[in-house]
């Protein structure tokens, strides 16, 4: 099955919202990474997390290791953080391996 | 900063074809990835190689080779090109497989006729 599992798979926001993605891990994860792909396809780095929390402006995040799971907070909603958001997690003995994305959509 | 150049942008090939796609990184990284992406979908890891002249299979190999020519390059095989086979494939780089950062290249988008 899915060593990574993402919640929910689609979200619409309004704009000046506030939500919460999840990921879940079915591996013993070291570490965990989110991204968001933009609509043209590209990556974007926006956290790498050890177990604790990481904050940069309206994005926090929070791994728990024991519990096996990563959220990802979006505060006030914008409509660039329109796109799909990925989480991708690892041991320190493999290769990261990706949830299937939450597509997000805000809307003014 | 550094910057990870898939070539080509766009692969067009028939079925049954033997194809390459290039990845170079100038991070000085040691460890790079292929994923493949369908569309809608999420990252499928292919293969991957924890330094020069290191090759791991990952979940999706069948199908596939890899090959890690220098520390800044790495290559993917799709052997024999398949009617399903459209999607885009993005190759990424790390520090190292305990430091795994990772970044990413624009990917190839393969298209087969």
């Known amino acids: 099955g899915d060593k990574v599992k993402q919640s929910p798979s689609a979200l619409s926001l309004q704009e000046g919202t506030n939500s919460a993605l999840r990921c879940n891990f079915s591996?013993?994860?070291?570490?965990v990474q989110w991204f968001l792909q933009n609509p043209r396809g590209s990556l974007i780095n926006l956290f790498y997390?050890?177990?604790g929390t990481k904050e940069n402006g309206r994005l926090k995040s929070a791994f728990d290791s024991k519990e096996s799971y990563s959220t990802l907070h979006i505060r006030d909603a914008q409509l660039e953080d329109s796109g799909t958001y990925f989480c991708a997690a690892c041991n320190n003995n493999n290769a990261p391996r990706f949830g299937a994305g939450t597509k997000l959509s805000v809307k003014p | 900063g550094g910057i990870i150049t898939q070539t080509p942008k766009f692969l067009i090939g028939q079925e049954g074809q033997k194809l390459t796609l290039k990845c170079q990184q100038n991070?000085?990284?040691?460890?790079m990835y292929w994923y493949r992406q369908d569309s809608g979908k999420g990252l499928r890891l292919i293969y991957y190689s924890i330094t020069e002249n290191d090759l791991q299979k990952g979940d999706l190999s069948e199908g596939y080779d890899a090959s890690r020519e220098k520390k800044s390059s790495f290559s993917l095989t799709v052997t024999s090109a398949q009617k399903n086979e459209m999607a885009v494939f993005l190759c990424?780089?790390?520090?190292?497989?305990?430091?795994?950062?990772?970044?990413f290249g624009a990917g190839t988008r393969l298209s087969v006729l």
């Open positions: 990424a780089s790390s520090p190292g497989l305990g430091e795994n950062t990772l970044y």
């Open positions: 591996i013993a994860a070291t570490t």
């Open positions: 997390l050890v177990p």
């Open positions: 991070f000085n990284h040691d460890t």
